[in-house]
C-alpha cells in the first residue's frame, strides 16, 4: 500500500491525526531559532505536535511550539533521555551544535531523524561534505585542504596559492571564516577557523578562493510525489550577498543562461540525492562565467531561502514540513520576485525591542518578520524584512530599506534589571 512506503524512517502518508489528544506526527526540533520557529509554525499548520529544544529559555520556536525543552543537545546523554522521553516520531536537527554520533545510535535503534543521522553528521562536517561531494557525487568543487596545525596551514597555503580562504569544521552564517590575502594573515585566520567555528577544532579546511561572479543558493527538495514515490524538486536559484561573512540580503529568482541553471540544479540534485532522506537542503554554489562550482550544503531550511517568504506560494519551511511529515508535493511552483534583508542588532542588550515600524510597512509588499530573540548583541539577526518589487533592485531597495527603519529604532533593556539575566 502507498502509506505503507518509507525512506529514511518517514513514511508516506495522506491522513493526519489530532496533536495533543489524538495520534498526530510528533516532531523535535533540536534548536529553536528562527528557522525553527518558521518549521514548528508551518508543521503545525499540517497538524503536527511540535516540540521545540535549544540550549537557552525562550528560543524562537519555544515561544510557539506545544512544549519545550532546554538542553544542552551536545550532551549526548541529555540528548538521548529527552528522545526517549519525548518519543518524537521525527527528530529534526536544525542547528550544528548537536551530539550528531548519538544521531546515529539513535537511527541505528529505530528513531527517524531528518534527512538521515548520517545526512545530518556529514553535513555538519566540512571534511566529509566535501569528500562526499568530490568523491562520491562528483560534482566540481574548489580545490582543498584540511590541516591541524599553523604550521600546516602555510603549507597548504603554499599548494594552494592566494587568496584562500580558512573555515572551521562545523560553523554556519560565516562564523569561524577568513579570507587569507597575505601570507602574514595566515596564523591568524587558522587560530580563527580553530577557535571560533560551532565547535574548537584544532582541524580547518582551506580552499582556494573563487573569485566567483555569484553565490547562489540551491534549495532541493526530497519528498514524495503524489504516487508515493520519493524524488527531488529543485527551486529557482537564490542569489545572495555577504558584506562580511554573515548573510545579509537575499532574492529570488536570480536568472542564469539555461546551460548554468542546468548546471546548479544538477550540482544541488546530485549531492543531495547522495546525502538522501527526507526535508529541504540549501546547496551553496558558486558561479564564475560558466562554471558552477559546489561549497557547502545545509539540511534543513537556509537562512537565505528567508526570501522564499515572500517569493513561494509553499515557503522552503512549508516544504520542509510537508516532506518530513510524508506528506505529498507537485512543484516546482511559479516564482515570484522577491528580496529579504536581515534586521541586526548593534549592540549587546537583553529584551530588545523594535520601533520604525510604521515606516518599515509604508511600502506596499513588505513584511517585517521579528524573531523574538530575548538577546541581542552585535550583528545578531533579529528579523527579516521580505519585499516584493517588480525589478531585482526594486525589491532589494524595498527590502532594505524596511529593515534599515527597523534597526534604528531597535531599544534594549540592561541584562542587570531582569530577575534571571539573559540566557
Not at 573555515?167 to 580563527?192: F, I
Not at 548546471?263 to 546525502?275: F, G, N, R, Y
Not at 554554489?285 to 557547502?296: L, P, Q
Request: glycine share 8%; with cysteine.
Amino acid at each position: 500500500m502507498a502509506s505503507a512506503r518509507r525512506v529514511a524512517g518517514v513514511a508516506f502518508r495522506d491522513r493526519i491525526g489530532s496533536p495533543l489528544v489524538g495520534d498526530a506526527p510528533r516532531v523535535m526540533l533540536l534548536g529553536s531559532g528562527e528557522l525553527g520557529r518558521e518549521i514548528a509554525i508551518e508543521a503545525m499548520r499540517l497538524g503536527a505536535e511540535v516540540v521545540a529544544v535549544d540550549r537557552y529559555a525562550n528560543a524562537p520556536a519555544m515561544q510557539v511550539a506545544h512544549r519545550h525543552h532546554v538542553v544542552a543537545m551536545t550532551d549526548p546523554a541529555a540528548l538521548r533521555a529527552l528522545v526517549e522521553r519525548e518519543a518524537p516520531d521525527v527528530i529534526v536537527p536544525e542547528i550544528e551544535q548537536i551530539a550528531t554520533g548519538e544521531l546515529v545510535r539513535l537511527e541505528e535503534e529505530g528513531w527517524t531523524v531528518i534527512p538521515r543521522a548520517e545526512s545530518a553528521r556529514t553535513t555538519m562536517d566540512r571534511e566529509r561534505i566535501r569528500r562526499l561531494a568530490a568523491e562520491k557525487a562528483h560534482v566540481r568543487t574548489s580545490r582543498f585542504a584540511f590541516v591541524e596545525s599553523a604550521e600546516e596551514a602555510r603549507q597548504a597555503v603554499q599548494e594552494l596559492g592566494l587568496p584562500c580562504v580558512f573555515k572551521s569544521m562545523m560553523s554556519s552564517s560565516g562564523h569561524g571564516m577568513t579570507v587569507v590575502r597575505d601570507r602574514s594573515a595566515v596564523e591568524a585566520a587558522y587560530r580563527e577557523a580553530s577557535e571560533h567555528g560551532r565547535v574548537r577544532n584544532a582541524r580547518v579546511m582551506i580552499e582556494e578562493f573563487i573569485p566567483f561572479d555569484r553565490e547562489v543558493t540551491m534549495l532541493a527538495l526530497r519528498h514524495y510525489n503524489p504516487e508515493g514515490r520519493v524524488v527531488t524538486t529543485v527551486m529557482e536559484p537564490i542569489a545572495h550577498v555577504r558584506p562580511g561573512t554573515l548573510y545579509h540580503e537575499s532574492w529570488q529568482p536570480e536568472a542564469f543562461p539555461p546551460d548554468v541553471r542546468r548546471a546548479l540544479e544538477a550540482t544541488a540534485s546530485a549531492v543531495t540525492d547522495e546525502l538522501g532522506g527526507v526535508g529541504i537542503f540549501g546547496a551553496e554554489c558558486f558561479v564564475r562565467g560558466g562554471t558552477v562550482y559546489f561549497s557547502e550544503v545545509s539540511p534543513r531550511p537556509h537562512d537565505t531561502g528567508l526570501v522564499t517568504l515572500g517569493s513561494q506560494w509553499n515557503s522552503e519551511f512549508a516544504l520542509h514540513a510537508r516532506a518530513i511529515l510524508g506528506l505529498p508535493y507537485t512543484g516546482p511552483e511559479p516564482t515570484t520576485l522577491a528580496a529579504a534583508h536581515v534586521i541586526l542588532g548593534s549592540a549587546a542588550g537583553w529584551a530588545p525591542s523594535f520601533g520604525g515600524l510604521s515606516r518599515a510597512l509604508a511600502t506596499s509588499g513588505v513584511r517585517v518578520f521579528l524573531f523574538g530573540k530575548p538577546e541581542a548583541y552585535a550583528d545578531r539577526r533579529l528579523g527579516v524584512a521580505v519585499a516584493r518589487g517588480q525589478t531585482v533592485e526594486e525589491a532589494r531597495a524595498f527590502a532594505e530599506k524596511a529593515a534599515h527603519a527597523v534597526e534604528a529604532a531597535i531599544e534594549l533593556r540592561s541584562p542587570a534589571v531582569t530577575p534571571s539575566g539573559p540566557p
